[in-house]
């Protein structure tokens, strides 16, 4: 079994900055990816960037050149750094982790006000 635990959410104003960080522990093999999914108020859950076991990272449009995805394998961690944040980028965080199957973490809040 593997668990995840985000951290780095907060109240930010916009065009702020938040780093997030998301732990895994447990059962971990080989790992395809980690990466970043959010959702807010009334919407579904989105993805938001991802980075595979190379290190390759990949960004939805929305976020890309404002936000960065990076890992420590050693640690089994991976971070978004946000930057220039917007409202709408007001959402709930979340983790996930995928090797032979997908592992969620319970989210982090991130709040931009304008």
């Known amino acids: 079994q593997v668990q995840l635990v985000e951290s780095g959410g907060g109240l930010v104003q916009a065009g702020g900055s938040l780093r997030l960080s998301c732990a895994a522990s447990g059962t971990i093999f080989s790992i395809n990816y980690m990466g970043w999914y959010r959702q807010a108020p009334g919407k579904q859950r989105e993805f938001v960037a991802l980075i595979t076991r190379g290190g390759s990272p990949n960004y939805a449009d929305s976020v890309k050149g404002r936000f960065t995805i990076s890992r420590d394998n050693a640690k089994n961690t991976v971070y978004l750094q946000m930057n220039s944040l917007k409202p709408e980028d007001t959402a709930v965080y979340y983790c996930?982790?995928?090797?032979?199957?997908?592992?969620w973490g319970k989210g982090t809040l991130v709040t931009v006000s304008s």
């Open positions: 996930k982790l995928v090797n032979v199957r997908d592992y």
